[in-house]
């Protein structure tokens, strides 16, 4: 099973709501992402996790506030978002941090009215 | 520093031609290359890999690239291509070493287009 799964597919969220975004596998990796995409644009390094603790945070808004429950759980928490915020969320697990392919899930796309 | 270039933002061919997607890379270590494709509105999946074995990688699809460190390459190909192969194409290299080990660095992809 090489699955990452994601949800919801869609999300649409007002300025002031509060939402989560969920990740889950089940292939033992180690090592969880999160990443951004805007439209005809490549995916943008938001989070990294290794071993269920924060490696990376590339200088993201803290109304983007990730968090890993157990090794197969990643979630992304959202709050006071801004319009340019809509984007497609994608979630990556691999092996380990440093080694071997990332597997991507089908994202989540986002739109902030 | 690691990079990647993709030499075409948008590639159209017609339905059983050849496919040619071409990416160069700079890397000061041996890089690890990847292949992802995207269809519409899709996460990322996984086409091929080069980790330092062959040269010359097999992925799925019918889909194959070629290591070329005396050129710092790693184009995409298929011989006969499909409709289902309209796309966008990451080509990506992996950091291997230094603070941001194991992130991955994409070039901007290439659209491909099948033309029936």
């Known amino acids: 099973d090489t699955e990452v799964t994601q949800t919801p597919k869609h999300l649409v969220m007002g300025m002031t709501n509060k939402k989560s975004l969920k990740c889950e596998q089940h292939?033992?990796?180690?090592?969880m992402y999160w990443y951004k995409q805007k439209a005809k644009k490549p995916p943008e390094l938001m989070f990294v996790?290794?071993?269920?603790?924060?490696?990376i945070n590339e200088s993201v808004p803290s109304r983007f506030s990730p968090e890993c429950p157990n090794s197969s759980l990643l979630n992304l928490h959202l709050h006071a978002l801004q319009p340019e915020d809509s984007a497609l969320y994608l979630c990556?697990?691999?092996?380990?941090?440093?080694?071997?392919?990332?597997?991507f899930g089908p994202g989540t796309r986002l739109t902030v009215t | 520093a690691q990079s990647v270039t993709q030499l075409d933002s948008h590639v159209s061919v017609s339905e059983g031609t050849p496919v040619l997607l071409r990416c160069n890379y700079s890397?000061?270590?041996?890089?690890?290359l990847f292949w992802y494709v995207q269809h519409p509105n899709k996460g990322l999946q996984l086409l091929l890999k080069y980790t330092s074995a062959a040269t010359l990688v097999k992925g799925i699809n019918g889909f194959e690239a070629e290591f070329k460190k005396s050129e710092t390459s790693f184009h995409l190909t298929k011989p006969s291509a499909h409709m289902s192969d309209a796309a966008e194409y990451f080509c990506v290299v992996r950091e291997n070493y230094g603070g941001s080990q194991g992130n991955l660095i994409f070039g901007k992809g290439t659209k491909l287009s099948v033309k029936p």
């Open positions: 890397s000061s270590y041996s890089p690890s």
């Open positions: 292939m033992g990796h180690r090592a």
């Open positions: 996790y290794s071993y269920e603790k924060l490696s």
């Open positions: 990556a697990s691999s092996q380990r941090l440093g080694g071997d392919e990332q597997y």
